[in-house]
């Protein structure tokens, strides 16, 4: 048996004949850059997400960065964030001269340690850029009460958690701006690169549709240095596609790792690999499946590689011990539990169309290795 890591050819299988057709209307029309289908996106992203505004834009790298740009983040200012991340997490700050001042994460979750922000707020303190790591949100409830103490605004990196909820309220829509990817390993993805951002401001809605365009919001005028950041009728015609399906694909992978911990659980390994945590009054839409190996990772995903299973590790460095961020000034031993579940994490499949036989075919291997 094979299991990939992911495999989009059942879901694109399925919905080819209304993605030609989809296609064939931008075609028709000729709307190769935002266009009509992009701006119906948008308006099914805002509802979606529970917010007044979602702007399309080329990546969720070029939303982070767009972000930032209207919260008019600047050279030598200073923005809190994760080091255990992505690495567009950081590079949107550095992109603008601004210094990422990195606050370790809380072990369980892998997202920001709430509790450590306060330490670190300074007068350069322009943004808190929290990230919902794997498809679960950050401790918003605790962050907004910070950034409403300081007055501080936050920038969510939801780029794996389209659709994720605490307490009820969806990513994005807990924040001043809200950055999604449609890159197409997540939740909802494209058929190649873009994003998006939300917002319930409407002068920073009015600022990041501009900003997407160089900064005019007349054709040639121009009121701000804006980036060529937009999204293709392409993209927009296929996402409105399958927008109508992301929440029963994330449904899909909730219960697949349901059924993982389920099996790992019986099979006695639920302590050994430590399991995903899912806080309480929150949505997980399982962008990853991941577990921790202490000591071993590395060994298991040669033997799982072997065997025909798909993983990854997200992320083998964190980004304090980046080459090109070596100038911020970090070291190895700044943020241990960002450095240990950089060496402990792997990733198993978790996709919508993964099979329960897959499921316990990976489970067996896991087992096997343990056993031996
Ligand atoms: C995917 C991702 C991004 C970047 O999105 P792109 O569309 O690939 O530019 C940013 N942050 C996180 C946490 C991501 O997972």
Not at 180 to 208: C, Q, R, V
Not at 234 to 261: E, I, M, T
């Amino acid at each position: 048996m094979n299991v990939p890591l992911l495999d989009l050819s059942e879901q694109n299988r399925d919905l080819r004949p209304e993605i030609e057709a989809a296609l064939g209307r931008v075609l028709d029309t000729n709307g190769f850059i935002l266009g009509s289908e992009v701006k119906a996106l948008e308006e099914e992203l805002a509802e979606y997400c529970g917010t007044k505004h979602a702007i399309g834009c080329a990546s969720g790298s070029d939303a982070l960065l767009l972000a930032l740009m209207a919260l008019d983040v600047q050279a030598g200012d200073e923005v809190i964030t994760t080091p255990y991340s992505f690495f567009a997490t950081v590079s949107a700050i550095t992109r603008l001269g601004a210094v990422p001042v990195f606050v370790d994460i809380d072990p369980d979750t892998y997202n920001l340690d709430v509790g450590q922000i306060e330490s670190k707020i300074t007068e350069r303190t322009k943004a808190i850029q929290p990230v919902h790591l794997y498809g679960q949100c950050a401790d918003m409830k605790a962050l907004r009460e910070v950034s409403a103490k300081h007055k501080i605004p936050l920038v969510e990196d939801a780029a794996q958690a389209i659709g994720a909820e605490e307490n009820g309220v969806r990513a994005g829509a807990m924040s001043e701006v809200g950055c999604f990817s449609f890159y197409p390993s997540k939740n909802l993805g494209g058929m190649g690169d873009g994003g998006f951002m939300t917002t319930n401001d409407d002068d920073l809605a009015e600022k990041l549709f501009a900003l997407r365009v160089h900064g005019s919001k007349e054709r040639y005028y121009h009121k701000w240095v804006g980036l060529n950041s937009r999204l293709d009728g392409f993209q927009g015609a296929v996402l409105r596609v399958k927008l109508p399906h992301l929440d029963s694909w994330s449904d899909k992978r909730k219960a697949n790792a349901d059924l993982y911990r389920e099996l790992f659980t019986d099979s006695g390994l639920g302590e050994q690999l430590g399991l995903p945590f899912e806080r309480e009054n929150v949505r997980h839409i399982y962008n990853q499946y991941v577990v921790r190996v202490p000591g071993r990772r590395d060994e298991l995903r040669s033997f799982l590689t072997e065997a025909g299973i798909g993983t990854d590790i997200y992320y083998p460095v964190p980004l304090h011990l980046q080459e090109c961020f070596e100038y911020v000034g970090y070291n190895l031993g700044d943020f241990p539990e960002s450095e240990k579940a950089a060496q402990e994490t792997l990733a198993l499949p978790i996709f919508p169309e993964l099979k329960p036989e897959q499921q316990k075919f990976v489970v067996s291997r896991v087992l096997e290795f343990f056993d031996n």
